[in-house]
């Protein structure tokens, strides 16, 4: 059962998502397992009894991941926001981490301690999201696209949108 687009704007409105791979915390590893329970005795209301578990784990897992975030250090958070803001620029590794006062190996563990990636992953995946959110246009160009998010070239971009999401970025 798909959850509609409005549905999935309302999601997006109402919790903030990690956006890397996460352990779940005992409440959204207690919705997902109700989810996987009610897939093997399926009734006429599964449309609704579905969307209200996604609602749910959606839920506890943004919970789950403000707990993270609580916990991450002011100047990790800071980090993280310079590299969502600016992942269409040229950034380093040590750019990020002398912003944030830091040595950068040191900026590379924290960050992997709190949210499960380098921070060579999740600027990768800022830069995708962005684009994907780009492309929504569909009369936008595919190497404007590929240069506002970080790109230098049509190719290197297409390729690294359709290993990430399964199509091409025209598909």
């Known amino acids: ?64 991941f403000k707990d993270v975030l609580d916990r991450a250090p002011a100047w990790l958070r800071r980090a993280r926001e310079q590299m969502h803001d600016d992942c269409g620029a040229e950034l380093s590794l040590s750019d990020v981490a002398m912003a944030a006062g830091v040595h950068p190996v040191h900026l590379t563990r924290t960050f992997r301690h709190h949210f499960g990636c380098t921070p060579g992953d999740y600027l990768r995946r800022c830069r995708l999201t962005k684009a994907a959110a780009l492309l929504t246009d569909t009369a936008a160009d595919l190497a404007d696209v590929a240069e506002a998010c970080g790109y230098f070239d049509q190719a290197h971009f297409s390729h690294t949108f359709k290993a990430a999401f399964g199509i091409s970025p025209r598909g």
């Open 1 to 64: 059962v798909s959850v509609s687009m409005v549905t999935q704007r309302h999601f997006a409105d109402a919790v903030a998502l990690p956006d890397h791979a996460c352990v779940l915390g005992r409440a959204a590893l207690g919705v997902a397992l109700n989810m996987a329970a009610g897939a093997t005795a399926p009734t006429p209301h599964d449309g609704l009894i579905v969307e209200s578990l996604c609602a749910e784990l959606l839920t506890a897992t943004a919970l789950d």
